[in-house]
C-alpha cells in the first residue's frame, strides 16, 4: 500500500512533525550565529507552484512612514498604480498563458517623505495539468473486467509524484480506487460514465477531473453461414510476487515475463513493494530480473520513480539497483541514495545520503532499513563559539508487508550549545507499540525528580521528548519543553523556567519567578500541574504590570543582546488592557508591544501601540496608533496613549487659529538661552476622553488632551471669567477665588436644583467645555447663547455633534452631560433640563482650552564626551515634563520632571506666557551606537499629553573590554594554582578558562571585584595554560590573555604579593 493514500498514517506523520517541533521550540526560536534571523517577506504569492492559466494572487508588504503609490509590473511591463492606502492598492491578481519564469515587482513611487525599497518575486510556470482515460478492451464487454489506465501530464511534476481517486459507478464520489489504473466489471450492456480525479503534489494543489464514456456493448453476433465464433483464450494466471535471495517485490497489478535466459525477467506497469518499499504507479515500467551472473542478487529498473515515506521524500528520478544476494538472517546493502535538498524527518533535515539496505528476517520475512543521519536545528552548536559546527544524529527507518516500522528511535544529545546558551539536554524518541527495548524520553527534572510522571500504554505507539536549556545570567535560569503522542493523540505537554530563586530580577523591577506547567492527558488519570508568574514595577499594593503566558529567548547575534520575550495577557492594576508582548534584553531595557482593546461603557480604543517600560522609575509609556470612539460620534484614527496611570483618547472637533514659536536657536547668553520666530498655523482642537485604572473614572471632553481638568462654577446667571480669558497676573488668583477643583462630580457636594445654570464666557475664547451634573443620571439639556444659538440633547441618542461649533456628550458611568464649544459668543450662557428630562441639572463645571505646550531645545556634546540638552518650554497648569532618550530598543528617562527658571532675555509667547528654561548634562544609555533623540513629554496625571522631539545625538559605537594587562600565575602550599588579573576597563565582570596537562579542561564565571582565581590541584608536575577576559554586561567577551605555568615552575609573571582569590 502507498503510504499516501493512508490517511490516518499520513495524520500520525504530521502528528510527529508538529511535535518535533514543539520540543525544539526553544532552539528553533534562538537564530544561529552564522546568520541573522529571517526578515518577512516583502512580496508574496498565494500558489508558488503555479500552472498556465492558473489565477495568482500577489500581495506585497513594502511600507512607508508616509503616502506614497504602489505600482505593479508584470514581467517589465506596468500593470497598474494605486494609492497604497487605497482598498487593493496591495494586491495583483494576474494569469500567465506561457509556461517558464514570469518576475513580478511591486515599487513604491511618489512617496511624499522616500519610497520603499522595491520588491520582487519570480515564479515559474509549467504546463496546464491534463489527463486521459484508456481502456482495454475498447470497447468493453458484458460481465468481463476492463482496464481503465489514467494518464496525465503537466502539474508540478518536480518529484513525478500524482495522486489518483476513481469513480467507476457513476455515483459523484471518488471512492473506488486511488491507484493509477482500476479494472472495474459492468454486468450489462450499455453506456457508462467513469472519472478520475488527479492531483499533483503543488501547494495547494492543482486537480483535474477526467471524465470519459464507456461503451460496454455485446460482441456482434456472426453473420448466417459464418464459422462460430472461437472461445476467447483464458487470461493467464496472474503473478503477484517475485521472491529470490534477499529480495521480495509485490505489485497490485499482475506480472508478466517477458525474458527467460540469461535468467527470468518480469515487467509490470502497475504499483510495486520492494521489501515493503512503496513505488508509486506513475505510468512507468518496473523490470525485475532474477540473479545472474552480472547481478547474483537480482536487479530492480524503472525510471521517474519516487520513494516516499510518509513525510520524507528519499529519492526522486531513475532506478537501476543490484541487489544483495544472501539468506534469512542476512542485511545487504541495496544503495545509497542521494538525499534530495527538502529531505526531512520529523521536521528536521536529513544530511548526506541515505543509505538503503534489505534483508530477511531469521524467519524469513522480508524487510527494508534506511538508516540516515538528521541535523538538529541550525542553532545547535558543539560549542559556544561563532565558528562551532553544527550537531547531527543518527536516526533509521524500517519497512516491510505492514508499512513503515520505527524500531525505537531515539536522537539525544547532552552538553551542546545555542549560541552562548548552554543546551543542557535535548531527547525525541519513538517507541513502537508493544516495544520494550527502548526507554523513553521523559520530562526534565525539577527538584531533583520529573517535573510530572504520567501513566504509560505500552500497547500504542509513544512519541516522546524534551529540551532543556540554560540562560547565560548570572543565576545560570534553566528553561525547559517536554511533550509525548501515544496512539495519535497528545499523550502529555509542558515546560517550565526555574532556577530564578525568590524574586530574582531580569532587570531592575521586573521579577520572573518559576514559570511553569505539565499535562497527563492519556492514558488516565489526567493530571495537571502549573506555575506561572511575570511581574513589573512592584509596589506595595502589587505590581502595576503583569504578563502571564509565552517566553522566548533569543540569544546575542551581531551587535544585538540576548532577549527574553515574555507574552500573553496584559493587565494594569489588575486591570485586562489587551494582548502583548514585552521584551528584555541585556542593556536593561524594556521593549513593549499591545493590541489593545478596552471598553469603557462611553468610550473604548483599540488598536496597536508600542513603546518602553522604565523600571528604574516605576513608569511604562506606550503609544501607536489607535482607534478612539465616543458612544455615539463617529470614529475615528485617534492619537491614543496608554501609561502606567492611565489612557488617554483624542479626536478632533475643529480647527482654531494659533501663532505658535519656530525656529529654535541659540540666544545672545549663548547654550541655554533660547531665541525664536513664530508662525501663524491652524491647529485642529483635540478632546476626547481620559481614563485612570486608580480611580477607574473616565473623564469625557475635559480632563482630557487640549482641555484642562473640569473645575466648578457657581452656577448662577453671573459667574466668574475662563482662566484663559483674564490677564496673565490676576488669571490665578482670580480662579483661585472664584473656583474649587471637582475632578469627580459623584463626590461633590450636591447643590438644590435650579431651574437655569448660567456661565458668562468672555470675548476672544476659543473653545470651552461644560459639564452639567444630573440629579439622576446625565441630565437631556437646553443649551442657550446669544445671538440665538441653541443647543439640545437629542431625545433617542446620548451624542450630538456639529463639527467646528459644538459636541455633546452623555457620560451614565458618572450621571453628567458634556458640552464643548468651539469659538462661542461672548456672555452668558444658560443650562436647563430639556423637555421630558428625568434627570435636573445641579451643578455647572467648566474646563477651558489649554495653550498649546511649547517645547523647544537643542543638544551638543560637550569636552569630556557626555551630551548636554537645553529645554525651553511652556505648559499647562498641573502638568509637569519629562526628558526622554530614545533610540532603537533604547528608552531611557533623562529627568523625571524639569524644573526650569525664567529664561534669559528671552521675549514673550504671543499668548504672554514666558518661557521656562532648563539645562541637563548626561550621559549617553548604553546600547547600539547610532542616532538618537531627546523627547519632551508634557504629562498630567502621569497620562502623557505631548511629546516633542528636541534635538539628537549620535551615540557612539560600544566596544568590548580592552585585553587585560600582564597575568601573575603562582603555585601555593596547599598545591593550588593562583591566577591574578588586572582590572579591565569595560568589564562587568571576567571569564577565566585553563587547560591542564592531566587532561582537566576548567572555566570560571568571575564577578565584577575579583582579581584572581584559584584551581585546584595543580602541582609542580602539571603544566597548565590559563586564559582571562573581561565580559561586558551583555555576556560578551573581549580579548583573552594568557599565562602559561610550565611543569615544575613555581611562579610565571610578574612577581607582587597575591591579593586573595575570589574562586
Known amino acids: 500500500m502507498d503510504v499516501r493514500r493512508e490517511p490516518s498514517l499520513a495524520w500520525r506523520w504530521s502528528l510527529g512533525a508538529a511535535l518535533a517541533l514543539l520540543l525544539l521550540l526553544l532552539a528553533s526560536a534562538i537564530p544561529s550565529q552564522a546568520g541573522a534571523q529571517a526578515a518577512p517577506v516583502p512580496l508574496s504569492v498565494n500558489q508558488p507552484e503555479p500552472v498556465v492559466g492558473e489565477i495568482l494572487t500577489f500581495t506585497t508588504g513594502i511600507t512607508s512612514d508616509c503616502d506614497f503609490d504602489v505600482r505593479w509590473t508584470v514581467d517589465g511591463v506596468v500593470s497598474k498604480t494605486a494609492l497604497a492606502s487605497s482598498p487593493g492598492a496591495r494586491e495583483l491578481k494576474v494569469a500567465f498563458d506561457t509556461v517558464g519564469p514570469h518576475t513580478v515587482e511591486a515599487s513604491g513611487i511618489n512617496g511624499t517623505c522616500g519610497t520603499p525599497t522595491p520588491a520582487s518575486l519570480t515564479v515559474t510556470v509549467d504546463p496546464a495539468l491534463v489527463g486521459t482515460i484508456t481502456a482495454t478492451p475498447d470497447p468493453a464487454r458484458p460481465g468481463r473486467p476492463v482496464r481503465l489506465a489514467a494518464t496525465q501530464a503537466g502539474g508540478n511534476d518536480t518529484n513525478t509524484s500524482y495522486f489518483y481517486a476513481w469513480d467507476t459507478d457513476d455515483d459523484g464520489q471518488f471512492d473506488d480506487s486511488t491507484d493509477r489504473t482500476v479494472t472495474p466489471t459492468y454486468p450489462t450492456a450499455g453506456p457508462r460514465t467513469v472519472r478520475v480525479r488527479i492531483r499533483d503534489t503543488a501547494d495547494p494543489v492543482h486537480e483535474t477531473v477526467v471524465t470519459r464514456t464507456l461503451d460496454v456493448t455485446e460482441p456482434a453476433a456472426p453473420a448466417p453461414g459464418a464459422p462460430p465464433v472461437p472461445e476467447p483464450a483464458p487470461e493467464p494466471p496472474c503473478t503477484k510476487r517475485l521472491a529470490f535471495e534477499l529480495t521480495e517485490v509485490t505489485t497490485t497489478g499482475c506480472f508478466t515475463q517477458v525474458a527467460a535466459s540469461p535468467s527470468a525477467r518480469w515487467e509490470t506497469t502497475d504499483g510495486v513493494r520492494l521489501n515493503g518499499i512503496p513505488f508509486p504507479d506513475f505510468g512507468q515500467r518496473f523490470q525485475v530480473t532474477f540473479p545472474d551472473a552480472a547481478h547474483p542478487g537480482g536487479r530492480f529498473v524503472t525510471q521517474d520513480a519516487a520513494i516516499r515515506l510518509g513525510a520524507l521524500d528519499a529519492f526522486s528520478g531513475d532506478i537501476d539497483f543490484s541487489l544483495p544476494e544472501g539468506d534469512a538472517g542476512d542485511e545487504g546493502t541495496v544503495a545509497t541514495l542521494a538525499v534530495p535538498s527538502r529531505a526531512q524527518l520529523f521536521g528536521l533535515k536529513v544530511r548526506g545520503s541515505i543509505a538503503l539496505r534489505i534483508g530477511l528476517t531469521a524467519g524469513g520475512r522480508p524487510y527494508a532499513t ?259 470612539c465616543i458612544t455615539g460620534l463617529p470614529c475615528a484614527t485617534a492619537r491614543g496613549l496608554i501609561s502606567s496611570s492611565g489612557v488617554v483618547g483624542c479626536l478632533d472637533l475643529g480647527t482654531l487659529v494659533f501663532y505658535e514659536p519656530v525656529n529654535a536657536r541659540t540666544g545672545s547668553f549663548g547654550f541655554g538661552s533660547i531665541s525664536f520666530s513664530t508662525r501663524r498655523v491652524e491647529v485642529p482642537i483635540k478632546g476626547g476622553f481620559g481614563y485612570t485604572f486608580a480611580t477607574k473614572k473616565v473623564d469625557l471632553l475635559g480632563g482630557s488632551c487640549d482641555f484642562g481638568p473640569y473645575k466648578a462654577t457657581r452656577g448662577g446667571p453671573a459667574t466668574s471669567r475662563a482662566a484663559g480669558d483674564l490677564p496673565a497676573s490676576t488669571r490665578s488668583s482670580t480662579v483661585d477665588a472664584a473656583t474649587t477643583t471637582s475632578t469627580d462630580p459623584a463626590a461633590a457636594t450636591t447643590r438644590p436644583a435650579t431651574k437655569v445654570l448660567s456661565e458668562d464666557i468672555s470675548k476672544g475664547t476659543k473653545a470651552v467645555t461644560l459639564r452639567v451634573v444630573g440629579s439622576d443620571g446625565p441630565p437631556k439639556v437646553v443649551v442657550r447663547g446669544p445671538g440665538g444659538a441653541t443647543i439640545t440633547s437629542p431625545a433617542a441618542t446620548g451624542t450630538a455633534q456639529v463639527k467646528g461649533r459644538y459636541t455633546l456628550v452623555e457620560n451614565a458611568t458618572d450621571g453628567t452631560t458634556s458640552i464643548v464649544l468651539i469659538r462661542p459668543a461672548a456672555g452668558v450662557w444658560t443650562v436647563e433640563a430639556a423637555p421630558g428630562s428625568t434627570s435636573a441639572p445641579t451643578r455647572l463645571d467648566r474646563a477651558d482650552l489649554e495653550a498649546p505646550s511649547v517645547l523647544l531645545g537643542q543638544v551638543r556634546k560637550t569636552r569630556t564626551g557626555r551630551q548636554q540638552v537645553t529645554l525651553a518650554y511652556a505648559v499647562a497648569e498641573g502638568t509637569s515634563v519629562r526628558l526622554t532618550e530614545r533610540g532603537p530598543k533604547i528608552g531611557r528617562t533623562i529627568v523625571a520632571s524639569v524644573k526650569g527658571v525664567p529664561c534669559r532675555s528671552t521675549r514673550r509667547l504671543p499668548d504672554g506666557r514666558r518661557l521656562m528654561c532648563v539645562t541637563k548634562t548626561f550621559k549617553s544609555s548604553r546600547g547600539p551606537g547610532g542616532r538618537r533623540t531627546v523627547q519632551a513629554v508634557v504629562t498630567r496625571k502621569g497620562i502623557a499629553v505631548t511629546k516633542e522631539i528636541i534635538g539628537s545625538f549620535v551615540a557612539p559605537r560600544e566596544t568590548l573590554p580592552a585585553q587585560p594587562g600582564r597575568l601573575r600565575a603562582r603555585r601555593v602550599k596547599s598545591g593550588a594554582l593562583v591566577v591574578v588579573f588586572p582590572k579591565v576597563a569595560g568589564a562587568s565582570r571576567y571569564s577565566a578558562t585553563a587547560v591542564l596537562s592531566d587532561g582537566r579542561r576548567l572555566g570560571f564565571d568571575l564577578g565584577p571585584k575579583c582579581r584572581a582565581v584559584r584551581i585546584p590541584r595543580v602541582p609542580k608536575g602539571v603544566r597548565a595554560t590559563v586564559k582571562v577576559a573581561g565580559v561586558r554586561y551583555d555576556t560578551r567577551p573581549g580579548r583573552y590573555r594568557q599565562v602559561i605555568m610550565t611543569k615544575n615552575s613555581v611562579t610565571a609573571g610578574p612577581f607582587r604579593k597575591l591579593p586573595y582569590p575570589c574562586r
Open 370 to 628: 534506511l538508516p540516515m543521519n538528521i541535523e538538529l536545528p541550525g542553532s545547535f552548536r558543539s560549542s559556544p563559539a561563532t565558528e562551532a559546527g553544527s550537531v547531527t544524529g543518527a536516526a533509521s527507518l524500517r519497512v516491510d508487508d505492514s508499512g513503515i516500522r520505527y524500531d525505537g528511535l531515539k536522537i539525544q544529545a547532552k552538553n551542546v550549545w545555542l549560541g552562548r546558551i548552554k543546551v543542557v539536554e535535548t531527547c525525541f524518541s519513538f517507541v513502537p507499540s508493544g516495544g520494550q527495548s527502548l526507554e523513553a524520553c521523559k520530562a526534565p527534572d525539577l527538584d531533583g525528580e520529573p517535573y510530572i510522571t504520567c501513566e504509560t500504554d505500552t500497547g500504542t505507539d509513544r512519541w516522546d521528548g524534551n529540551a532543556v536549556i540554560q540562560l547565560p545570567t548570572a543565576s545560570e535560569t534553566k528553561l525547559a519543553a517536554f511533550g509525548g503522542l501515544a496512539d495519535g493523540r497528545v499523550s502529555k505537554l509542558g515546560g517550565f523556567v526555574d532556577d530564578l530563586g525568590t524574586s530574582v530580577p531580569i532587570v531592575p523591577g521586573v521579577f520572573l519567578n518559576r514559570v511553569g506547567v505539565g499535562l497527563c492527558l492519556s492514558p488516565p488519570p489526567f493530571k495537571l500541574r502549573g506555575d506561572v508568574g511575570v511581574a513589573a514595577l512592584p509596589t506595595p499594593k502589587g505590581p502595576i504590570l503583569g504578563v502571564n503566558g509565552r517566553f522566548l529567548y533569543t540569544d546575542a547575534n551581531g551587535r544585538d543582546p540576548w532577549t527574553l520575550l515574555v507574552g500573553g495577557n496584559v493587565k494594569v492594576f489588575d486591570e485586562e488592557v489587551g494582548s502583548g508582548d514585552v521584551t528584555f534584553n541585556a542593556w536593561g531595557d524594556v521593549d513593549f508591544d499591545l493590541k489593545a482593546k478596552l471598553d469603557f461603557e462611553i468610550a473604548s480604543i483599540e488598536g496597536t501601540a508600542n513603546g518602553w517600560i522604565e523600571p528604574r522609575n516605576d513608569l511604562f509609556n506606550v503609544e501607536g496608533s489607535l482607534k478612539g
